[in-house]
């Protein structure tokens, strides 16, 4: 069994920065991908960032040049930080990693989701 913890939501003015962190820990052999989605009242859930084990990395149109993921492998702990944030980016976060527990399998973890509200 993987777990995953975010943390690091919360409130922040338009223009501000934020910085989400989640780590993952249990029955670990290796993580392919670590990434970031959100979900907005009222809209279908979307991703933010994802970062691959190899360093490729995607961003959403809509952040990139003002959100930022990056990964500490030794930590298993993948981060975004949100610059410059819009209150359009206001939604629930959640962290996803596809995680091997053995060298034969592959499963999919979610995390519990970390609100996010960007507001004056």
């Known amino acids: 069994q993987v777990q995953l913890v975010e943390s690091g939501g919360g409130l922040v003015q338009p223009g501000g920065s934020l910085r989400l962190s989640c780590a993952a820990s249990?029955?670990?052999?290796?993580?392919?991908?670590m990434g970031w989605y959100r979900q907005a009242p009222g809209k279908e859930r979307e991703q933010v960032a994802g970062?691959?084990?190899?360093?490729?990395?995607n961003y959403a149109e809509s952040v990139k040049g003002r959100f930022t993921i990056s990964r500490d492998n030794a930590k298993n702990t993948v981060y975004l930080q949100m610059n410059s944030v819009k209150p359009e980016d206001t939604a629930v976060y959640y962290c996803?990693?596809?995680?091997?527990?053995?060298?034969?399998?592959?499963?999919?973890?979610w995390g519990q989701g970390t609100q996010v509200t960007v507001s004056s």
């Open positions: 970062i691959f084990s190899g360093g490729s990395i």
């Open positions: 249990g029955s670990i052999f290796s993580i392919y991908f």
């Open positions: 996803n990693a596809v995680v091997s527990t053995t060298r034969f399998d592959t499963f999919d973890y």
